[in-house]
T-cell receptor
């Protein structure tokens, strides 16, 4: 039982490059989330998917797009990376929206130079 | 003013000490209060949650919520070096709010 799996774990991008962060969960959860974590800022919600087929903006969506590919997979795309997007990105899932327990992946450390 | 505030630390205590970690918040609609623990270079994991005001105990951990003061606490008794981590508070409401996380407090328990 892997839980929430994120790929890649590390990535360095040049300004303007694009990339997609992948996330998959094997817990049959309905809701999935993408957060970014920056020093002193806590976890900030980028986008979420309350259920398969829906996506909504979170607190900091600018510069990102998401796709809920199926119930298991939720990807985050940076179309034109900027240094301000240097961060640690976490994918999470929960049984239902705003459930008290969210399960997090190991994170993707992204550096944009 | 941030919606959830938390002293970032770092907080260093000797093994066996009682640790108090705190968060304050501004949104009176919050009803669910969670504490997550995050080890270095790992994702957060849920430690405890409480609904509305009151206390909840789980082993060496006690969570307290004072909604009148908009203040929540996590107490760790007989702290161990394995408790060294960053502790994040999180909260949400009944009516559609997603979780809001505090910035986290980094705790070091020294042997």
């Amino acid at each position: 039982n892997a839980g929430v799996t994120q790929t890649p774990k590390f990535q360095v991008l040049k300004t303007g490059q694009s990339m997609t962060l992948q996330c998959a969960q094997d817990m049959n959860h309905n809701s999935m989330y993408w957060y970014r974590q920056d020093p002193g800022m806590g976890l900030r919600l980028i986008y979420y998917s309350a259920s398969e087929g829906t996506t909504d903006k979170g607190e900091v969506p600018n510069g990102y797009n998401v796709s809920r590919l199926n119930k298991r997979e939720f990807s985050l795309r940076l179309e034109s990376a900027a240094p301000s997007q240097t961060s640690v990105y976490f994918c999470a899932s929960s049984r239902r929206p705003r459930d008290t327990e969210a399960f997090f992946g190991q994170g993707t450390r992204l550096t944009v130079v | 003013q941030k919606e959830v505030e938390q002293d970032p630390g770092p907080l260093s205590v000797p093994e066996g000490a009682i640790v108090s970690l705190n968060c304050t918040y501004s949104n009176s609609a919050f009803q669910y209060f969670m504490w997550y623990r995050q080890y270095s270079r790992k994702g957060p994991e849920l430690l405890m949650y409480t609904y509305s005001s009151g206390n909840k105990e789980d082993g060496r951990f006690t969570a307290q919520v004072d909604k009148s003061s908009k203040y929540i606490s996590l107490f760790i008794r007989d702290s161990q070096p394995s408790d060294s981590a960053t502790y994040l508070c999180a909260m949400s409401g009944d009516y559609g709010q997603n979780f809001v996380f505090g910035p986290g407090t980094r705790l070091s328990v020294l042997p």
